[in-house]
């Protein structure tokens, strides 16, 4: 994933996301994955959500939480907010 935001940010767009499904539920921990590069992407004029809304206005209840990303360009993330809201 870092790879990914590294190359995002340095072509100046793009997306990765990470949704869940049934058979494939949420993989990345909230707080030591998903929670910096979300800060970082969106510090840098991008945007990050997750299945519920925006990422980083997701509450921590459990040091190891998973969670659904979505990360990169605001125009790409907006994309593909209502395929997010469909896995969760």
């Given amino acids: 994933m870092v790879s990914d935001v590294h190359h995002i940010l340095s072509k100046g767009g793009g997306v990765f996301c990470n949704p869940e ?16 590069l979300s800060y970082i992407m969106e510090a840098a004029g991008g945007a990050s959500i997750s299945g519920e809304g925006d ?5 921590v209840g459990d040091i190891n939480a998973r969670t659904t990303i979505c990360l990169g360009s605001k125009g790409e993330v907006e994309m593909c907010r209502p395929a997010m809201r469909g896995g969760s």
């Fill in 21 to 36: 499904s049934p058979s494939s539920p949420a993989k990345l921990r909230l707080l030591f994955e998903c929670a910096p």
């Fill in 55 to 59: 990422l980083l206005d997701l509450p």
